[in-house]
C-alpha cells in the first residue's frame, strides 16, 4: 500500500465545493486544512491509475449554526485553522506590534464519485 498528499489552494468561503482529482482505485485516508486556503489530502493506492475520480469537497465556516449539505456528502472532520497576524497600534511616541491569533473552525464534508470500473469490481464483489 502506498499512501500519496495533495496540497491544494483553495479561497475558504462559506459552504463553497472544491473538486479534487485523486487515482480510481484509491481511497481517501485524512483531510486538513494547516492553514488559510490551503487544503490538504491523503490517499492510500495499490496502483497508480491514469483514471481519475472526482473527490467533491464542502467546507463550511461553523460560525453558522443553521446549515444543509447537499444529499450523499458525508461529514470527515472539523479542522481548527490559526492564522497569526500583525497587529500594529501607535502613540505620539511609541509604535506597539503583536501577533494576534485568529482562529476558525471549519467543518468538512466529502462526496466520492467513483469511476465505472469502481462501481463495476464492487457489483462483482456484491455477487460473489
Request: proline share 4%; with cysteine; aromatic share 12%.
Amino acid at each position: 500500500m502506498r499512501y500519496k498528499t495533495i496540497t491544494e489552494y483553495i479561497y475558504l468561503q462559506d459552504r463553497t465545493t472544491y473538486i479534487i482529482n485523486i487515482p480510481e482505485f484509491s481511497e481517501l485516508i485524512d483531510i486538513c486544512i494547516p492553514y488559510m486556503n490551503t487544503i490538504k489530502l491523503l490517499y492510500s493506492y495499490n496502483i497508480e491509475s491514469n483514471q481519475k475520480k472526482s473527490i467533491n469537497l464542502m467546507i463550511v465556516d461553523s460560525t453558522i449554526e443553521d446549515f444543509e449539505v447537499p444529499e450523499f456528502y458525508k461529514y470527515v472532520k472539523s479542522c481548527l485553522v490559526t492564522e497569526p497576524q500583525l497587529s500594529m497600534s501607535s502613540t505620539s511616541n511609541n509604535l506597539n506590534m503583536h501577533v494576534v491569533n485568529n482562529s476558525n473552525y471549519f467543518h468538512i464534508f466529502v462526496y466520492e464519485i467513483p469511476t465505472i470500473a469502481e462501481v463495476r469490481d464492487k457489483k462483482i464483489e456484491e455477487i460473489i
